[in-house]
């Protein structure tokens, strides 16, 4: 991973980013923050973005669906930092079509922010970088139908998907912060690639499980979630 981003409870204004900007990490002393709301800190990045070529995606708009006060615009390096409102789980709508990725929804596990596991790094991708890619693990690419990829930021267990849809794709990091994908529904990073549009579809395969997830025609569906086997 490129970078360890800090995850804390600390208050700043409705739906503020906190002090510090873009760039500077905000305090976790008590100083500055985000009480009685939640900050929320990660990455958005492409689907290929490793430590050698980082590549944040630039210009998305993320929405909180409960609060649309909640606002973000993601910088050039695609570095998530904002109060959002508490809720179980947080849901957002992500407009990311300013730098041509797929746009969609983010639902994020309250125990992912406070777990303090692996970073909130988050992937998406083009649609023409989905072809390709469909294309490499043995798939066809179905611009009509939905994508759900899931962070695993706690262990990593063998994920499981109500309805129909195409093989899981596990991806996992090489050490280098590329990710490496084949065949499998367990990994850091886990794509259920052609998922059959409907209100929601059911993820399953953790102790916390299972949890409704949109699967929207023509978008991706980022979910972070995370837990730890007794």
Known sequence: MRTLLLIA??????????????DAPPSTDGATGCLPELLIEGELIDW????VAFQGVFGARLTQNIDASVTLT??????LSFCATRSDPF??????????HLSGTLTIEPNV??????PLSLRTLTPARAVTFFAEQGLTFDPDAAQIVVLQTGDRGSLTLSGTHDAAQAGDDDGSGTIVWGAGATGRYVLFPNVAPSSSVQLSGDPLGPRPIPAV???VSLVAINFVFE
Do not use: K, M, Y
């Open 9 to 22: 409870l600390v208050g700043c204004e409705h739906g503020q980013t906190p002090p510090g900007g873009g």
């Open 113 to 118: 922010v406070l777990g303090g596991f692996t």
């Open 74 to 79: 993601t910088p050039p390096n695609g570095r």
């Open 217 to 219: 025609a023509g978008q």
């Open 91 to 100: 849901q957002f709508t992500v407009d990311a079509s300013t730098d041509d």
């Open 48 to 51: 290929d973005s490793s430590d």
